[in-house]
């Protein structure tokens, strides 16, 4: 896929590739007009909702545009598949008001909601409003992993001072200064060293 970053504001950038899926061939070739007097060019079009996660693997867009009459569950179920494999801006046109639906969407990986029709001007805010967001929640999940990260690394070294102030005696902060050391000396990451000292108890225990 391509690095969209750059690419937040769709006036700025048309080099982006959008995914167009429409089971309404009409509707659909009025979506594409729209998109291209947004100044868009690369345009690919599907006109199943089936088999959506394969189509994205395939095609590798910068942004997937779906028109349909009220989400599926079906559809949602594989816009959550690709939030949690590739994920990429959402922009959905629909003619369902309803917030139980326009709940489902978001949580599915939607970053724009369109219920209000189709034209060059909407499809343009919708897009930038979607990639706007999908950089807002790149961000997020950034720290929410980082600070996953972080929690198992404290856990680990958590874990090893307490196997240090079991099988030898020390207390908290002698068992920490200890794992520094064996760092400091091998030139690791405390984190690494930690993982070494549990892997050898668990090796003796095995013994």
């Not at 309404?24 to 060019?41: F, I, W």
């Not at 090893?160 to 079991?166: Q, S």
């Not at 091998?186 to 108890?201: E, G, N, W």
């Amino acid at each position: 896929m391509s690095d969209i970053s750059s690419k937040t504001q769709l006036g700025e950038q048309n080099s982006i590739r959008i995914l167009l899926i429409d089971e309404s061939l009409p509707r659909a070739q009025l979506l594409q007009s729209a998109l291209r007097e947004a100044g868009v060019r690369d345009i690919v079009m599907f006109h199943r909702t089936d088999g959506l996660f394969d189509q994205v693997r395939e095609v590798r867009p910068d942004v997937i545009l779906i028109e349909v009459e009220s989400p599926k569950r079906d559809t949602l179920e594989q816009l959550s598949l690709i939030r949690e494999h590739n994920p990429m801006p959402v922009v959905m046109f629909t003619q369902d008001y309803e917030s139980q639906s326009i709940q489902a969407a978001v949580s599915s990986g939607v970053c724009a909601y369109v219920v209000d029709g189709v034209n060059k001007q909407q499809v343009q805010s919708a897009i930038n409003v979607a990639m706007a967001t999908f950089e807002e929640f790149k961000g997020l999940r950034k720290e929410v992993q980082q600070a996953r990260r972080e929690l198992s690394q404290h856990k680990r070294i958590d874990r090893a001072k307490a196997i240090l102030m079991n099988e030898r005696g020390l207390s908290e902060d002698e068992a920490y200064r200890a794992l520094r050391k064996l760092a400091m000396d091998r030139k690791r990451k405390l984190q690494d060293v930690a993982d070494d000292v549990i892997a050898m108890s668990k090796l003796f225990d095995r013994s």
